[in-house]
Every structure is written in C-alpha cells, then in structure tokens.
C-alpha cells in the first residue's frame, strides 16, 4: 500500500499527528499529546496506530528524566526511476554546474528519448 493511500485511510486526529512529526522531523510523546491537545492517553493510541502503519518510527528514550518515545517520520519509498535514462543516472546528480552542451548530458538525453515503455 503506498504512503498516501495510507495517509488516506488515518482518522483527523492521526493525519494532524503525522503533520506535527513531519513538520518538527521529530518529537518526544510527551511534548507530542501536549502539541495537539489531546490526553496522554490519546497521543499514545495515536502514535502506536501511526507506528503500526509504518508513517513514523517510536523509539524508547529518555527525556527530562522520565522514559518515553522519540517520534520520527519514516522513511519514504523513493523512487529514483525519474532520475534513470537507461542504465545511466541522470547528470545532474551530484553535479553543482551542468553544462546542458556536455557529452554525459546529451548521452544521457539519448538513452531517454530511445528508451522503450
């Protein structure tokens, strides 16, 4: 199942949860209840609901002296197909001048106009 199609079956409160982990990169559950106004009882069903999804990752930790969770986006299936012409990655990867003139650019131009869908 991909990530919006996920996304896309979670409750209100679960997507303003999700927003609040990937807008911060992450948070401790104890500041995450707090953030999105809900009982501590609450932020926990939502974060477990979130984690068994697979949308976040809850590690144990630590914080102002008491055990609780670090709450983190997962990370997202990229697909780097876009970026492929052929067996060649694009030039611009990696490069921070590209000269659209070069021989890598105009071979890798090539290999994605002949290439067969």
Not at 35 to 63: C, F, H, M, P
Not at 67 to 81: G, M, Q, V
Request: glycine letters at 6%; proline letters at 3%.
């Amino acid at each position: 199942m991909s990530v919006s199609e996920l996304e896309s079956e979670l409750s209100a409160d679960e997507l303003a949860g999700l927003e609040l982990i990937r807008e911060t990169g992450g948070i401790h559950q104890s500041d995450f209840w707090k953030e999105l106004d809900v009982s501590s009882r609450k932020g926990s069903r939502i974060a477990e609901a979130l984690q068994e999804s697979g949308l976040i990752q809850r590690e144990n930790t630590v914080y102002d002296g008491h055990n609780t969770y670090y709450l983190e986006p997962a990370p997202r299936d990229l697909d780097f197909s876009l970026l492929m012409a052929g067996d060649m990655l694009s030039p611009f990867i990696g490069e921070e001048e590209i000269d659209p003139q070069s021989d890598a650019f105009s071979q890798w131009l090539m290999n994605l106009a002949y290439e067969e869908y």
